[in-house]
């Protein structure tokens, strides 16, 4: 089969051919359908410091978005039939750590991740702990179904650690409008927040949180992002910040843009330690920030399946290119360009 | 009347002898049976530039921490007579405002604090809006009720801004053991904590977070705490960290020493901004951060009316000195020295 | 002035003249814009048992939904000013009981009723507590403020005492579509439910849940509510339940098609007492039963303004009926027939 | 090895011999220490027709509180090995339906039961899944490890399907004493409750309760509980009930000695359906009653574990009775007798 794979400790990657892989007792084989391409990807590509301290393993194959067809399963896999049309969750839990087990299994002690600790899915097939093949259903469009991952970031920032129980009637903004930013406007808008204020200095990406139904668009480096949700929110500022954009400035003025005992959820990966003014954005509000990575397993992927499958959330305006996988540097290309949204490589696609 | 006044701009304070107040219609007349000495009032006397960019008029008495009784009433406060022994909840909200109309009072958007705002309570008599007189009760004792207000810190910091689900059987560390931190472990050690972990450099300290029930005692000057705690939870982390020191070091050791999932609630008032490692202590972890201030208006009161009334936390160990208002010099002394936990004035004390 | 009023403790009503009131120190006198007719005015018209037990003293003047533009203001009331428009909260708690203290108030332990333990508002002027008056904005329409009281009953029901974090993406069934019932069905579909089940035996009602956006319609005296539900949901039945019958039969079967750890949410007040199966649809399903009386004050309140404002939930199909204050006959008349959604008295109303 | 069966469809059971059976791949053999007998037990040894319709397959060993040895891991087991002690969690959940994948996998559509639905622990030695062993850890005494499943019940009641915020410090009642009740005392007065009220006729467990804690006991069979538990309260009523009885009058006394806003944690078991007054036990008091069955896997385990490891509940004065295989018969006897708290078998105990 066909894999893009990273064969040195540097960047580059090759596609190369290698042999289809066989499931273990508790694994699917899954034929790959669409594999999109997410910011970690870039940077493996590129082989930057963090990723060098992070793999551990060469060759292997990269990719970690995906949706297929199940072609293969293990001796005990039993909720599952080759022919099911399946998306990953990339988070590969032990289950039986402390942390698994009060059901945080998403934040596991021994946490291992999909086309970064394991071979990945830039590829023709890929195999999958049976644990982690989500069935997608009919409703949703096979050819959207990678995405399903990052959207399930987007739907975690926007319910928190807690239910989501401040956003609806409330004013919430988005800091950062790449595809998950993008995402999580379209899921805040169906979720019933009073206001959605998208900041995001880039054009294109401007347009698309609008496309996906953002009241308020600022530029932050036009406009003062902090004075304009006060302005925007009569003096109280917002009672949720999504902060997607992981700038160190952004993360002090979403703490500054926040309404007394509002929330704010990190999901932007900042580069550096952040320096943040405690008493006054903190302490004395009682703003409360938290930590968000990845998706809670499984809630955040029946809420996923709910927003897609009933079209109260329509992603079509963030899929904005599909590639084959011959042309995977096109499709890299694409995805750093800034004026993309999601990129989705597609083994059987043409062209 | 006696009260002790601020009378300049600048370092220190004078007792003078001032007419006793009349209260308005919804106010009531307290005679102090004793008003503790709280950090602020040490800033206070000693006039730092947050004081002074802070406290608007000039003179006025300070001093916030109290229980008297109930000597008049005004005319449209119904629920309270003259004899009445109450306490204080220092933070006097508008009743109107967004934040008072969603239940979260205590960080009203119009908030005025006793003793800073308005004329406190280092005096015989004091006035009080009467929502903010809270009936003590004949089963706590009248000579430590003036240490509810601070002793709600601790409670309000341990419940957080939940419902305190993740104290009981948990692992929690303390960070700072002043008389808030104090209280903490005793308050954590009466709602079924697994283990309270006190970490604190000054030993007297030390010795009264022992007294109040720490099972371990944690010298940041001579052990890494971050390792410690990491060495008592089998490498997982303490569930909650409550940052009592307001030291930046210690709130980035906080982050460290926090269990995936777990929550921090920072109470202590850092000098500066704060360096923070978001990526791995905070994102990666799901963890959640929350400013603690004031007390629940009246949640944190009714709490803290049962922990004391019913000898669930026995606070004597923390109150250490008493002095009359005449020696106010001593009393501050002794609040200053780090060899004490809490110094309470009385008015009719002896000596 | 002109008052609809009790004149006798049996059935009947009389409009008569008399003084305008005065407002007390906090209270505000409001000239009344429009007044709704609730179900419990048709009790109090009618003068059941229960309103014979419930209402001590005669005459009095009834009704209780309410909005208007206050005209004077007592003496202690500084937020409010003749001119504003406002909306009434109906619950008037006393504001220092337990209850109220721990963010209750509306179900305080000294509860008192406008229009049943005060004079009412089937009147040219009404007298309220400045505390219950709610300022409107100008972005809901006049004509509509007075169903803002039960309406928030409807987004009570709908958050439900939690944060209502298990409305968005699941399925939600509403068990009667009396006005309350039909405002749900609106609120729900705002926040995003999966699918929202209306389940009602008069047409007329269930064509209005059809307007506000139900997805599927029940007539329960043709189909068995339980299976329909259950098939809708492939077994699995519905995540959230808002009863809004009073019906014992629908209360019991709200309680079968309630999905294993769902939540049913008790509005309806049923004539007496009920039978319920705890063991196979309460305890083995953990299944919680939560009663919603009234509006979180003001939680609720800033919900309602929201929703109505912004336009998210369209309430024009409910407001069926208007008439003037002399007409009140033909409005009672209309709220009975049970072809009608609300129906509002305005004294200035031609016709 | 020996395993007490049920051979037939009626009353009564055999102790037999039978092969030591064989775990399969994701299964453990356990040498049974200790296998407490629960009131399930009895009713499957008498047989009576809620057993009949319940049991699909004769003969069968029951029997499901149980601890032991691990002997013998299948081939898919790598974090347990022979020689680890461990207790069972006795639901048997099947990990893929939406029950499960939302984290209440205690209340699985596919719920079997140990004991039940499968072969049980009466017995020398049984097979789990290895998902359901618990690895018990020496700080806790292997005679009483067995009695961790239905001590988790009652940890579980008492934390509720929320997290247990309610306890701290308030008043709560337990009604009905049997074994988990009197667990459910302890478990209370370790997490800081204000007051424990116990109910029950049974003077052995009333005695049995207070051993355990109880700061207030009332026989119902003498005293009206509603009156007392409102006295004792000041008339507010307690913010927590804990339901252990399955006595329908006792369930509706619950209802009305509960707190407006109040929580009703629903665990013993009613014969038949049960009549309430939900308008004003329920409705008007905003309280919230819940369904409680099993133990949060594994969160309650964790609970249970800190709770008994560190010694925070003494079990000791429940534990009354252990015996041989042999003396099933006894031990039946003492469990039915109304004299007794938990009783267990034990394979090698001597008599």
């Given at each position: ?10 960047p ?10 066989t499931?273990g007792?508790?694994?699917?084989l ?22 060098d301290?992070?793999?551990a ?39 039986h750590?402390t ?13 291992r991740i ?46 928190g650690?807690?239910?989501?129980e ?16 993008m ?6 808008r ?20 609008a ?29 949720v ?5 992981g ?47 990845g ?5 955040t ?13 329509d ?19 694409a ?17």
């Open positions: 089969m066909r894999a893009l794979r990273k064969t040195d400790r540097g580059g990657a090759e596609l190369v051919e290698i042999e289809i892989p499931p007792d508790d694994e699917v899954v034929r790959v359908h669409g594999a999109s391409i997410c910011g970690t990807d870039l940077h493996i590509l590129d082989w930057n410091e963090w990723v301290s992070r793999i393993t060469i060759p292997m194959t990269f990719g970690h978005e995906l949706a297929g067809t199940v072609q293969a399963v293990g001796d005990e896999v039993h909720h599952l039939r080759p022919g099911t049309f399946v998306a990953a969750e990339t988070h590969i839990a032990c289950g750590c942390t698994c087990q009060t059901g945080r299994a998403h934040i596991c002690e021994n946490l999909l086309g970064v600790d394991t071979e990945g899915a830039f590829a023709d097939y890929v195999v999958l702990p049976a644990t982690n093949a989500w069935v997608v259903g009919d409703r949703i469009d096979a050819d959207v179904a990678s995405i399903m991952e990052p959207f399930g970031n987007a739907v975690h920032a926007t319910f650690t807690g239910g989501g401040d956003i609806a009637t409330n004013v919430v903004a988005v800091i950062g409008c790449g595809p998950i930013g995402f999580a406007v379209g899921v805040l169906s979720l019933g927040a009073f206001k959605v204020i998208a900041i995001e200095p880039n054009g294109y990406r401007r347009q698309k949180a496309e996906m139904g953002a009241d308020v668009l600022l530029d932050p480096s036009e406009t003062d992002p902090v004075a304009a949700v006060l302005e925007q929110t009569n003096g109280a500022g917002a009672e910040v999504l902060e997607m954009s700038n160190a400035r952004a993360i002090d003025q979403g703490t500054r843009m926040l309404a007394r005992g509002g929330r704010m959820s990190l999901l932007g990966l900042p580069d550096a330690s952040v320096v943040l003014d405690l008493n006054d954005q903190v302490i004395f509000k009682e703003a409360r920030l938290q930590g968000i990575t998706r809670e397993m499984f809630r992927w029946q809420q996923t399946t709910t927003l897609l499958s009933t079209g109260r959330v992603v079509s305006p963030v899929i904005t290119h599909r590639f084959s996988l011959e042309k995977w540097q096109e499709a890299f290309e995805t750093a360009s800034g004026s993309s949204g999601k990129v989705i490589l597609m083994p059987e696609h043409e062209g």
